[in-house]
């Protein structure tokens, strides 16, 4: 392996290392967006105004993806009676594999399509997963990229404290 392959190697390591340090902790609006979801229905953040939105950004491809969805789906089933909202957002040009993966692993919550990567731009998505906490006013409050086990009870912590609220 050549010394810049290995660099490369290196800083990718590193990035996943930083796996689900909060890389946000205040208040600013969420922005506004409307996806297409696996229903066929469109969804939008503002219909979704005085709930605690969770919106995690996943790819079929994505191994921790695939390791926190069952979790994620718990959670959901969990909490969504309390007023809090999970949206899986898939980040893939093509929704063929996130059908397939989804059908081997079904899920409760709204999947949504954002297959041209607008509203991962939106929220700086730059990391495979990414979980942005929504509060009831409708500010970003967490924001989460990557996964690593136990991460889940940060995940949590939040959504406990932001129902709370």
Not at 28 to 34: Q, R, T, Y
Not at 39 to 51: M, R, W
Not at 74 to 85: A, D, E, N, P, V
Request: hydrophobic share 40%; with cysteine; net charge negative.
């Amino acid at each position: 392996m050549s010394f810049l392959a290995f660099s490369r190697w290196t800083r990718l390591a590193a990035l996943c290392a930083t796996l689900i340090v909060p890389a946000f902790a205040g208040t600013s609006p969420a922005p506004e967006f409307s996806l297409p979801s696996r229903d066929g229905d469109s969804v939008s953040l503002q219909e979704l105004k005085g709930q605690v939105v969770m919106l995690n950004f996943w790819a079929s491809w994505c191994g921790p993806c695939r390791q926190e969805m069952p979790l994620l789906d718990q959670m959901h089933r969990r909490y969504s009676s309390l007023g809090f909202t999970l949206l899986g957002v898939n980040v893939e040009a093509s929704t063929q594999d996130a059908e397939r993966w989804l059908a081997q692993t079904p899920v409760s919550f709204p999947v949504l399509f954002d297959t041209n990567n607008e509203v991962s731009r939106l929220y700086d998505v730059n990391a495979m997963p990414s979980t942005v906490f929504i509060d009831r006013q409708g500010n970003v409050r967490y924001l989460h990229r990557g996964y690593k086990p136990g991460d889940e009870s940060e995940y949590l912590n939040q959504i406990r404290t932001l129902l709370k609220e």
